[in-house]
């Protein structure tokens, strides 16, 4: 049961513009969530979260927005670089704690120069 | 300041025999985590460790799979017995405490022949 979901395995967009990555999930007791960049060859590194007392995180090009009456989350990049593409992974846990994190299957970003 | 070190980077076992992969966490940080990847989906939470104790090991196979962190030296999954559905990428993650992202390191791609 893939309780965080990212449905879109791939996305493209030009340099300059937004790219909006999309998380949905089902479990109600997910209360933080983080989004994870992550190139080949190594280790996710955390880039935005989020807790479910807020609607919206931002931090310099990245902002995270939550709905969680429709248990969406999207992670906002502008403007787009080359150096974001990569894999973005879309993480939430419970007991707004970090110690286990349930990741979705990841969106492969390519920013297009 | 050294990142989260995880080695080997590869390991190559035959089915039947021992995988040890080790893990340094970050300079200060005394929680440990190991998530498990395999092809094509997301990271998959094993087991968190502090200092000489198993805090929450509720996604460890039952079997064949041990974890360990002794108050001197790195963090050590063992995976004894290895079959092919153990090839994956395994991360090792630290943090100061329950409430700070997850600092992963570049992970261990095992594979079993």
């Known amino acids: 049961d893939q309780q965080v979901k990212q449905n879109s395995p791939s996305l493209s967009v030009q340099e300059g513009r937004i790219s909006i990555l999309n998380c949905d999930y089902t479990n109600s007791m997910f209360d933080y969530f983080l989004w994870y960049k992550k190139y080949p060859a190594e280790g996710p590194t955390f880039l935005i979260s989020i807790s479910s007392i807020k609607d919206k995180n931002e931090d310099g090009r990245f902002t995270v927005f939550l709905n969680k009456s429709a248990k969406h989350l999207s992670l906002h990049i502008v403007p787009s670089q080359p150096g974001d593409s990569a894999v973005y992974f879309c993480?939430?846990?419970?007991?707004?704690?970090?110690?286990?994190?349930?990741f979705g299957t990841g969106t492969r970003l390519t920013i297009i120069p | 300041n050294a990142g989260v070190m995880q080695n080997p980077r590869h390991l190559v076992r035959r089915r039947g025999q021992e995988a040890r992969l080790r893990c340094s966490p970050m300079?200060?940080?005394?929680?440990v985590y190991w998530y498990r990847q395999l092809p094509e989906e997301g990271l998959k939470f094993m087991v968190y460790l502090q200092k000489e104790n198993i805090i929450d090991e509720s996604g460890m196979p039952k079997e064949r799979f041990s974890a360990e962190f002794p108050k001197e030296g790195p963090s050590i999954l063992r995976i004894q017995q290895v079959v092919r559905g153990d090839s994956a990428a395994y991360f090792c993650?630290?943090?100061?405490?329950?409430?700070?992202?997850?600092?992963f390191g570049n992970g261990t791609r095992l594979t079993v022949t």
């Open positions: 300079k200060g940080h005394s929680h």
């Open positions: 993480a939430a846990s419970s007991n707004f704690g970090n110690e286990k994190l349930t």
């Open positions: 993650a630290s943090s100061p405490g329950q409430d700070s992202p997850l600092h």
